[in-house]
């Protein structure tokens, strides 16, 4: 397929001339071209486009035969025919000058390989030069509408309705005219020739247009009245021996174009629009295959205001048709229908300011050489000053890339994507690894079957996203300049499997470059590469080039197998000689497939050669003729060998057992024909033995489809349950979109099926030009011209191309096809295969996508359908999506991405809405239950919105997720404000203090979010803060310290209020233990460890330590720690602190967060700021790394011990900069439980000592005094009981603060006899009561004396609860010591 690329080049005469260029007309190759002005001809050469000879028509013979026309060329090249105005048609001989003198030669550097090494090679590489010989002017007594050569004749058309017939060398003998209205027409050709008078409707009518089609072996004519006909040759072109046949009700045609390839007749018409016609093989009739036209869709300004079309042109492969319009515009169309590139859209109409372009008119247009170029005469309107005037722009040069993909017929390659550029090749894969392995040929060679035993499988298998699909770019390989010089234009293109070694073909020889090495192989023996012509294609199997060529020294067609390692010689070649010219060559594992000339195939077999282990031969294995289904061999788009079969194999056959070739899949004129050979194995082998060259039995041809362009089918199976899509055929059919040809298989294996078909043909639409299929991924590759605008510069002219025209480039697309497979099995009542092919391709990460496309197609089809619907499909659809997990996503995702309109009909087939969201709260998928939510919101009255948002939050809360309940709090606070009038507030809910390591914001920590309006007393905001009270006291009764912070900077909920209020309910610690264990668990925090034993400690903070010095690393989770900084704190006016501490001026300051001591100074500030912190600690980072140099030299023993035991204390510096601003907030609040608490697993004397010195005061509570003081003693007989684990480092900072403990229990010693320390566990009777009797000695270490009650008590058995947290957190956070 065609697109197009880069700026289009533009060619100026050379010879000075007030003359433009009008008309142009390429020979049969394409590489000269024939430029009329008035007076004037010039034959230009393709590449390099020069003009090689100009022939100006004097005054004289000027005013005589009239102003030049139109142009025709020989089919030889030899002469050129021109008619005049007046009536005279104008032959011109194109004489070569010399074969040795050229108008352009190629100059080689000295040791050049390419010099004139064989007669003729320079002929074909430098620009010859012709001289032009007018014949004597040949009248014809009226002007001339048109004419067309068919060999050695050419038929003119004049405006009296006269055909003539005229031999190219001129003379009138020869000469015969036939007379339109002589010419019986009718509806078909059996009326025709039982019609013995002549219509009388076509006196007075003439020929306007006339195009002869070699397939249909007849002429397209388009009459002056705008009908359309087709004139067939009974037996020669005589008056008597043409029939005529109509094209009924159409009378608006402009021109004809013909396709030979695949039987068309393309007729431009007034309206705009392109009919494309066929004659029918039975009745002669000409029947509409299809129409072109603009879309209002997608044109909705432009599709009926083009005026009529002025050009028809088909490319040289005959795959696309080029359209032009009077009014301007140009667009390409592919054979069957599909819209490729347009100009009178985007780009190409607006300038980058939104002003409108006026459309580029083309007078003329002609392909070059195998369709890379587009030669174009233009006329503009440019602005020259104040005016706007049209201005011939010359000749343009439109730049093609195009897809061999239709010729290249490997079953191993259907998965990759290139393009063929003028010098380069387009290759879209993934980056290129040595990963090619050669297939074994004694496995190929098992077995007894006449098409090959099952070979191993291809040497790639199915690239899938990552290789393919990983950008939009392509690997884009410039082909080798010396080679390209020489062999220009490049006519075949072949890819390996892997997709990393690419063969290119051109006049002579053939190249190949590998993508991993980056380098191009070419013929070494110049010689060689000048005799060889390729014919038939190129094709990789394993390290091989196949090779389908004519050897021109002997006039033999072969077909030639390189090897890639070795140099590109003939000594290195198997060569087989063939009988007849090549046309087309196949592929299927080791088989070799051949198409003739004569419509015959030839098969064969690559093996193992007896002479040498490292070479392989090629065996014939049969000749068959397919004369009699094939017509004319032209109209062979493509051939293929597969294993596919109209029944079903039901042994299934892994990848490691390949099927054989079954079948042969032939593309006649886009009409795809099936030849399955018939299972008579035994003959076939007697056969094979024999070498009988008898044709091969085959079924009755099946025909499969019609408008084919391409097809792609697998040579493997890679999985059982991928087999429906691997074992199918899928086939691009233009303007219809594509076709999947897809097997049928019985849902038990040991059931027969219910139905009598074993595959089916589904149709469906596709939004990309399919060049490749991802079998095993679902997906469809293509490719699309993009544009960009360039802006006209100051010093640009009005003229130049760069400020009219976009830049063009190609990129890569794709597109999931899996749901529309799906939906028409569902169409078609078959839930079972389309349920069976659904679970196969689950797996795919996209695949929730394609239940959604599958809804979102069918709902926005059936609900904005005019008419009733009798048998709806979207109630099939939703029930087939509730047989997956996802169902609930892929409903609500649907919702949310269509209009709102269309709600209610997508809900009354899926189901209530509010009965999906109760769904979504049962099975814990809040995230979808907030996409309800918003359904919900607009469907229902606020109330029941408000009902389910509650309970959702409430889930939310359950599940700790903080994000989804400060939009549900958002979202709360907007159904309020809508129905008490006032808009929401559109302010995010924002952070507090330390916990904005979380969010990265900054908010202090007294400043309260605006979650509420605090005058309003609505019994919503009531009831929300109840729900917040009770989930803040659930996870404080929780010990979940870290989750409370959460909660707290998510939600906005002011803390320290709550917790005053709280001060001795909630906010109580009754276990001191376990709260130890469950911050150090929910902080990962480490346990301490004593100095002995921390020399070779585990990391701490991201540092490691080893035994030869000191390094220091950080990891990963502390790198991403380290890099968040933390919000300044803003401490309010008066704190709790502040009335009872006021005579204790001594506190700890801003301390280092890595690795240094921790010192204490008497500053006046009783709150540590989390932002000083952060500092210290980043400005850490610097002075540790310059240390690191002499780090052990300057540190000593016991430096190094206390340095160690700080790593193995300490944990992440965010989980040290969230605990301190939680103590600062519990500081507040007045909760000096949980001060002590978060001071011991900061290993903070400060904080302890601040703690104990504030039980002097009289504000606090004795109970409170009672729990502080005995649960440090109980954490000091956890310590010493379980010292094997968590006790080494705890006694040494227990020992530490005894002293301060020793001095108010003397104080507290009365109270605590008699309460007998029952305070404690009042409440939580677990490990509280005391420490056990055999480690009484230490707790006399803290030098504090017991009561003889409280030290003879025995402690309680741990709750389950409790016990099973100990263990996770005893499991999980043992310190290593080394």
């Not at 048709?321 to 347009?342: E, I, M, Y």
């Not at 290119?504 to 993508?515: E, N």
């Not at 299929?773 to 605008?789: H, N, P, Q």
């Amino acid at each position: 397929m065609y697109f197009l690329t880069g700026w289009p080049r533009k060619l100026l005469h050379p010879l000075p001339s007030e003359e433009e260029p009008f008309h142009i007309r390429p020979n049969f190759h394409g590489t000269l071209f024939a430029v009329l002005s008035e007076t004037q001809l010039g034959v230009w050469f393709g590449r390099p486009s020069v003009l090689i000879v100009n022939y100006t028509e004097s005054a004289k013979a000027a005013s005589r035969c009239g102003p030049y026309q139109l142009a025709e060329w020989k089919s030889d090249d030899a002469a050129i025919a021109v008619s005049a105005a007046g009536g005279y048609l104008l032959l011109f001989d194109l004489v070569r000058c010399s074969k040795e003198k050229f108008l352009y030669e190629p100059l080689y550097p000295k040791g050049s390989p390419y010099v004139q090494v064989t007669p003729g090679s320079k002929a074909e590489q430098g620009v010859p030069a012709f001289t032009l010989e007018r014949k004597d002017p040949l009248h014809l007594g009226a002007p001339i509408t048109s004419f067309q050569t068919m060999q050695e004749e050419l038929m003119v058309c004049t405006a009296d309705g006269q055909l003539h017939v005229l031999q190219w060398c001129g003379a009138n003998s020869s000469r015969k005219a036939i007379s339109l209205h002589n010419i019986p027409f009718a509806l078909d050709l059996q009326t025709c020739r039982s019609a013995s008078e002549p219509s009388s409707a076509l006196e007075n009518m003439h020929v306007r247009d006339v195009e002869y089609c070699e397939t249909l072996n007849g002429f397209a004519v388009v009459l002056n009245d705008g009908r359309l006909g087709f004139l067939s040759p009974a037996s020669g072109i005589a008056a008597n021996q043409l029939q005529g046949v109509w094209a009924p009700s159409v009378a608006d045609g402009m021109c004809v174009a013909v396709n030979n390839k695949y039987r068309l007749m393309a007729f431009g018409c007034a309206s705009g629009s392109v009919l494309l016609y066929t004659i029918d093989s039975e009745t002669g009739s000409m029947q509409l295959s299809h129409a072109l036209k603009l879309s209002p869709e997608y044109y909705p300004d432009i599709w009926n205001k083009t005026g009529e079309v002025q050009l028809l042109q088909w490319s040289p492969d005959c795959s696309v048709v080029v359209v032009s319009w009077k009014h301007g515009g140009l667009s390409l169309w592919s054979v069957f229908g599909a819209h490729l590139v347009c100009t009178l859209t985007e780009d190409f109409m607006y300038r980058s300011d939104g002003t409108k372009k006026d459309p580029l008119k083309i007078t003329s247009a002609a392909w070059g050489a195998e369709g890379y170029h587009l030669w174009a005469l233009t006329t503009v309107k440019m602005a020259q000053g104040s005016c706007v005037q049209p201005q011939q722009t010359g000749i343009l040069q439109f730049q093609f890339l195009r897809s061999t993909s239709a010729a290249s017929r490997d079953t191993n390659t259907q998965e990759q994507v290139l393009l063929l550029g003028e010098d380069r090749v387009y290759v879209a894969c993934g980056d290129p690894t040595p990963a090619h392995r050669p297939v074994d040929l004694q496995q190929l060679q098992r077995g007894g079957d006449l098409l090959g035993a099952p070979a191993p499988p291809p040497t790639a298998t199915s690239h899938g996203s990552d290789a393919l699909l990983g950008h939009r770019h392509w690997h884009v390989v410039q082909i080798h300049s010396t080679y390209l010089e020489c062999n220009w234009p490049i006519r075949f293109t072949a890819i390996d499997p892997s997709g990393h070694l690419v063969a290119v073909a051109g006049r002579h020889g053939f190249a190949h470059y590998s993508l991993v090495s980056r380098k191009w192989k070419l013929f070494g023996n110049v010689a060689q590469e000048l005799t060889m012509v390729v014919t038939g294609g190129l094709a990789w199997w394993n390290d091989y080039i196949i090779v389908a060529c004519c050897n021109l020294t002997h006039h033999q067609e072969e077909i030639r197998l390189y090897p890639r390692l070795s140099n590109l010689d003939n000594a290195y070649a198997s060569v087989t000689r063939v009988h007849l010219d090549t046309v087309l060559l196949a592929l299927y594992q080791n088989l070799i497939l051949l198409f003739r000339a004569d419509c015959s195939i030839g098969l064969y077999r690559i093996l193992d050669s007896e002479d040498s282990p490292r070479s392989v031969t090629v065996e014939l294995l049969k000749e068959v003729s397919l004369s009699r289904y094939i017509s004319h061999p032209a109209t062979v788009v493509s051939i293929m060998l597969t294993s596919l079969r109209t029944e079903i194999d039901d042994t299934f056959k892994t990848r490691q057992q390949v099927p054989v070739a079954q079948s042969i899949l032939l593309n006649m004129a886009g009409q795809l024909l099936m030849l399955q050979w018939e299972r008579s194995g035994s003959q076939m082998q007697e056969e094979n033995r024999s070498r009988q060259k008898k044709r091969l039995p085959f079924c009755t041809p099946v025909v499969l489809a019609q408008c084919v362009e391409n097809m792609w089918t697998t040579c493997y199976s890679s999985s059982k349950p991928k087999r429906q899509l691997l074992e199918a055929l899928w086939l691009a059919c233009g303007g219809a979109g594509m076709k999947v040809w897809l097997p049928l298989f019985p849902h038990d294996s040991h059931k027969p099926q219910s139905f009598l078909s074993r595959r089916i043909m589904l149709p469906f639409k596709v939004n990309v030009y399919p060049l490749a299929v991802l079998f095993e991924d679902a997906l469809i590759l293509g490719a699309t011209s993009v544009t960009v605008l360039y802006d006209r510069q100051q010093d640009m002219p009005f003229e130049s191309l760069e400020a009219f025209f976009p830049f063009c480039m190609v990129e890569r697309t794709s597109q999931i096809y899996l749901h529309h497979v799906l939906l028409q099995l569902l169409i078609r009542n078959l839930g079972e295969q389309a349920l069976l092919l659904a679970q196969s391709y689950a797996t795919l990460p996209y695949f929730p996508h394609v239940l959604e496309l599958m809804v979102h197609v069918v709902l926005e089809e059936e609900a904005t359908s005019r008419e009733p619907i009798p048998d709806p499909l979207l109630p099939r659809v939703a029930k087939f999506i509730t047989e997956f997990p996802f169902f609930l996503q892929t409903i609500v995702h649907c919702a949310r991405k269509t209009e709102y309109a269309l709600w209610n009909y997508l809900f009354a087939a899926v189901g209530n809405p509010k009965d999906l969201f109760e769904e979504c709260l049962m099975t814990h998928d809040l995230d979808t239950a907030a996409s309800y939510l918003i359904i919900l919101q607009n469907m229902e009255v606020p109330a029941v919105s408000r009902q389910h948002a509650t309970l959702l939050f409430t889930s939310a809360l359950e599940h700790s997720k903080w994000d989804l309940c400060r939009h549900i709090m958002r979202f709360l606070k907007a159904i309020g404000s809508e129905e008490s009038g006032t808009p929401p507030s559109t302010q995010e809910s924002g952070l507090t203090a330390g916990f904005e390591l979380f969010r990265d914001r900054s908010i202090g920590v007294s400043q309260s979010l605006d979650r509420w309006n605090r005058d309003s007393s609505s019994t919503e905001n009531v009831y929300m803060d109840m729900i917040l009270w009770r989930e803040a006291r659930h996870l404080l009764e929780d010990l979940r310290l870290k989750d409370l912070g959460c909660f707290s900077a998510h939600l906005g909920f002011e803390l320290i209020g709550w917790l005053r209020r709280e001060r001795s309910r909630a906010a109580r610690v009754d276990d001191f233990v376990l709260a130890l264990k469950r911050l150090h668990h929910d902080f990962l925090w480490p346990f301490p460890v004593s100095t002995a034993c921390a020399v070779s400690s585990p990391i701490r903070n991201g540092y490691c330590f080893t035994g030869q010095g000191v390094h220091l690393q950080r990891s990963q989770t502390a790198s991403r720690l380290l890099d968040t900084v933390p919000p300044p704190i803003c401490r309010s006016k008066y704190t709790w602190l502040d009335s009872t501490v006021a005579e204790h001026k001594e506190t700890s300051v801003p301390r280092d967060a890595l690795l240094s001591p921790i010192h204490h100074n008497g500053d006046k500030e009783s709150i540590v700021s989390v932002t000083s912190l952060t500092e210290i600690s980043s400005g850490a980072d610097e002075d540790w790394a310059s240390a690191d140099e002499d780090f052990t030299s300057t540190v000593s023993a016991t430096q190094m011990g206390r340095m160690s035991t700080e790593v193995a204390s300490k944990g992440p510096h965010k989980s040290e900069v969230q605990l301190r601003y939680l103590l600062h907030i519990f500081k507040e609040a007045g909760c000096l439980e949980w001060c002590a608490v978060i001071g011991l697993v900061l290993q903070d004397a400060a904080v302890i000592k601040q703690v104990i010195s504030c039980l002097e005061s009289p504000v606090v509570s004795a109970e409170a005094v009672h729990r502080i003081y005995g649960g440090l003693l109980v954490v000091d007989a956890w310590a010493s009981s379980d010292w094997w684990v968590y006790g080494l480092g705890y006694k040494p900072f227990l020992n530490q603060i005894g002293p301060q403990l020793q001095k108010v229990s003397g104080k507290l010693m009365e109270p605590i006899q008699s309460l007998a320390f029952q305070a404690p566990g009042t409440s939580r009777p677990a490990e509280s009561a005391g420490p056990k009797s055999e480690d009484r000695h230490e707790s006399t270490a803290l030098g504090i004396s017991l009561p003889a009650e409280a030290s003879g008590t025995k402690p309680k058995e741990d709750s389950p609860m409790k016990e099973e947290v100990e263990q996770a957190l005893e499991g999980a956070y043992t310190c290593i010591i080394s």
